[in-house]
Nanobody
Framework: QVQLVESGGGLVQAGGSLRLSCAAS????????MGWFRQAPGKEREFVVN????????YYADSVKGRFTISRDNVKNTVYLQMNSLKPEDTAVYYC?????????????????WGQGTQVTVSS
């Protein structure tokens, strides 16, 4: 089992920045990749970004490309999401997820573990 705990959410004005963290514990050696997803009120959960832990290769949704940056610290078993130039449409609950094996990064069904989510609210 892998446990994931997100932190760093909050309220920010449009154009501002936030950094989310996702700390993993448990059988973290079994983790192949980590991802961030988000769910806005009344909408389905959507893919944001994914990172492969060994290579560091990343895959971003078009909606956040150039504004968000994912990184990882394999020693601390932590993944970060730096969010810049935030927009009101970025308002959502952000979830961290872990994938044990290779798979399509944006496919929620390929992720084996999920965090509880952290709220990000961007005011206009």
């Amino acid at each position: 089992q892998v446990q994931l705990v997100e932190s760093g959410g909050g309220l920010v004005q449009a154009g501002g920045s936030l950094r989310l963290s996702c700390a993993a514990s448990g059988r973290t050696f079994s983790t192949y990749a980590m991802g961030w997803f988000r769910q806005a009120p009344g909408k389905e959960r959507e893919f944001v970004v994914n990172i492969r832990l060994s290579s560091g290769s990343t895959y971003y949704a078009d909606s956040v490309k150039g504004r968000f940056t994912i990184s990882r610290d394999n020693v601390k078993n932590t993944v970060y999401l730096q969010m810049n130039s935030l927009k009101p449409e970025d308002t959502a609950v952000y979830y961290c997820a872990a994938m044990r094996g290779a798979g399509y990064a944006a496919d929620q069904g390929r992720y084996d573990y999920w965090g509880q989510g952290t709220q990000v609210t961007v005011s206009s």
